[in-house]
Nanobody, 127 residues
Framework: QVQLVESGGGLVQPGGSLRLSCATS????????IAWFRQAPGKEREGVSC????????YYTDSVKGRFTISRDIAKNTVYLQMSSLKPEDTAVYYC????????????????????WGQGTQVTVSS
């Protein structure tokens, strides 16, 4: 049974940092891409970052490039999202997700290609 569990969200001031974790089980982590998505109130769910299967290539949406870093610890079956220089517009519920099958173009971060989702963790950036 595939499971993804996010943690690490919270309230942080603008310019601060948070590290989100996505603990996975039920599959071999480096065989699948894992992506982070976020959804703010009234907005569509958007792809934030993805780490590809096998070679671990990483991808980011333009608004977080240079501020967020995705990584994975295969031994711990966990994917991380290190977020720095946070802005109020980063406020959202953050989800990690995995596809059922291999993705030929993980950079797209198309939410409809992802079959397994965590419950989400709230990130609020506010002074």
């Amino acid at each position: 049974q595939v499971q993804l569990v996010e943690s690490g969200g919270g309230l942080v001031q603008p310019g601060g940092s948070l590290r989100l974790s996505c603990a996975t089980s039920g599959f071999i982590l480096d065989y699948y891409a894992i992506a982070w998505f976020r959804q703010a109130p009234g907005k569509e769910r958007e792809g934030v970052s993805c780490i590809a299967s096998h070679d671990g290539s990483t991808y980011y949406t333009d608004s977080v490039k240079g501020r967020f870093t995705i990584s994975r610890d295969i031994a711990k079956n966990t994917v991380y999202l290190q977020m720095s220089s946070l802005k109020p517009e980063d406020t959202a519920v953050y989800y990690c997700a995995a596809p059922r099958y291999y993705l030929s173009d993980p950079a797209r971060m198309d939410r409809y290609e992802y079959d397994y989702w965590g419950q989400g963790t709230q990130v609020t950036v506010s002074s």
